[in-house]
């Protein structure tokens, strides 16, 4: 008795040591990065980020693509807010691990969101880096430069295509468990198979998102030369296709594959679809115990038929109406010279907010 009571009080008294000493660390994931500000990388270094083993082994391996995995989770979490402002989950976000809070864990849409933006972020974030010159271990695609398509219009690939696969198996490298692509049947998801595959759908999504542009050269325009590129899609876009894929995405638990048909059941999951094992809760009343904030006091639409609309993003709770008093310059002349004189308008608007 005495032995094993003063062993649970040693595990107690480590447990607290290592809380104290690691909070970061041993709570959070790679996301975190999203939500810091400036500085903190440096004074952190690889060895005191919130990162796995693995990943803390590929960042001192490869320090320089630190700032990169910054700006990739940066970038999709404020595609997150941006793709969701108008939904009950908005997506918010808190400064402390684990960031997106239980969503990221709890095996809904929304996680399924969450880890395809994240994943295309950083391929995206990288890629971005190795075109701009940044990177001695990337660059442009080597195979669409100065090569002549053979094409009646004489057009050439010119200039610099992104070249997305470096990126790309960066994106796996870090996020993924394995390391190789998975193919998982319907019914034989588990949460981590359930992540990596939808981490795959976001990288797939920056690959299908992207396209030609190219310039005209020639005497005042005439366009006798034409130089073209592959680029990535501004990010908004890929955040765009990845919401789409989100409202369209399939549940892959096991009770959900027993409603299937049989056919259906054996054909595996399309690569590009987002998946996911649990039904989303309605994100309406507030739920402490599950980081639901609610949606009481969010503003809306009382004329959009939306999701931001009062009706849907109050839960039919009703809404609050205030006037707020606006005020802008308008009716704005240039005096000769040089300088613009306006008028300041006031307006009376109403605005609404959920009960
Ligand atoms: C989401 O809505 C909550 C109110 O429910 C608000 O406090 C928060 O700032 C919003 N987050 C974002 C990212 O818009
Ligand atoms: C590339 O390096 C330049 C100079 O250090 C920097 O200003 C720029 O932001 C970098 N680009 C990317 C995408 O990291
Ligand atoms: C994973 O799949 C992609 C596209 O389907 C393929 O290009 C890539 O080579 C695969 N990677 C591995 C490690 O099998
Ligand atoms: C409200 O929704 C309507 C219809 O969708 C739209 O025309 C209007 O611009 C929206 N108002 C605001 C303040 O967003």
């Given at each position: 008795?005495?032995?094993?009571?003063?062993?649970?009080?040693?595990?107690?008294?480590?447990?607290?040591?290592?809380?104290?000493?690691?909070?970061?660390?041993?709570?959070?994931?790679?996301?975190?990065?999203?939500?810091?500000?400036?500085?903190?990388?440096?004074?952190?270094?690889?060895?005191?980020?919130?990162?796995?083993?693995?990943?803390?082994?590929?960042?001192?391996?490869?320090p320089f693509l630190l700032p990169s995995v910054r700006?990739?989770?940066?970038?999709?979490?404020?595609?997150?807010?941006?793709?969701?402002?108008?939904?009950?989950?908005?997506?918010?976000?808190?400064?402390?691990?684990p960031v997106f809070g239980h969503e990221l864990t709890s095996g809904t849409k929304?996680?399924?969101?969450?880890?395809?933006?994240?994943?295309?972020?950083?391929?995206h974030a990288v890629t971005q880096s190795c075109s701009q010159g940044n990177m001695t271990e990337c660059g442009c695609d080597a195979q669409l430069r100065g090569v002549?398509?053979?094409?009646?219009?004489?057009?050439?690939?010119?200039?610099?295509?992104?070249?997305?696969?470096?990126?790309?198996?960066?994106?796996?490298?870090?996020?993924?468990?394995?390391?190789k692509n998975v193919s998982t049947s319907r019914g034989a998801f588990t949460l981590s198979t359930m992540n990596q595959h939808n981490s795959e759908a976001g990288r797939q999504a920056v690959d299908r998102t992207m396209s030609t542009e190219c310039r005209c050269h020639g005497v005042s325009g005439s366009c006798a030369v034409k130089t073209c590129w592959r680029t990535m899609a501004p990010f908004e876009r890929v955040g765009a296709y990845l919401?789409?894929?989100?409202?369209?995405?399939?549940?892959?638990?096991d009770r959900a594959r027993r409603k299937m048909r049989r056919k259906e059941q054996r054909r595996p999951v399309d690569k590009n679809q987002l998946v996911y094992l649990n039904k989303s809760p309605n994100y309406c009343l507030e739920d402490r115990r599950q980081g639901i904030t609610g949606t009481k006091g969010r503003r809306c639409n009382r004329t959009s038929a939306g999701p931001d609309g009062c009706n849907l993003l109050c839960c039919g709770r009703g809404y609050n109406t205030h006037v707020v008093r606006h005020v802008q310059h308008c009716e704005c002349k240039f005096v000769w010279c040089c300088y613009v004189r306006c008028r300041r308008c006031e307006s009376m608007n109403d605005m609404h907010t959920c009960k």
């Open positions: 008795m005495e032995t094993r009571s003063c062993g649970v009080r040693r595990m107690l008294t480590l447990t607290l040591l290592l809380a104290s000493v690691c909070p970061l660390r041993c709570r959070a994931s790679w996301v975190w990065l999203g939500v810091t500000s400036a500085g903190v990388l440096e004074k952190l270094g690889c060895s005191n980020l919130p990162l796995s083993g693995r990943q803390r082994e590929l960042c001192r391996r490869k700006d990739g989770a940066r970038l999709a979490v404020a595609e997150c807010h941006n793709q969701f402002r108008h939904e009950r989950w908005n997506c918010s976000t808190s400064q402390e691990p929304e996680t399924a969101f969450i880890h395809a933006i994240m994943a295309a972020g950083l391929v002549s398509t053979g094409s009646p219009e004489g057009w050439h690939w010119g200039g610099c295509s992104d070249h997305i696969q470096y990126g790309t198996w960066f994106s796996r490298k870090f996020i993924d468990n394995t390391g919401k789409e894929r989100y409202e369209r995405s399939v549940q892959v638990s």
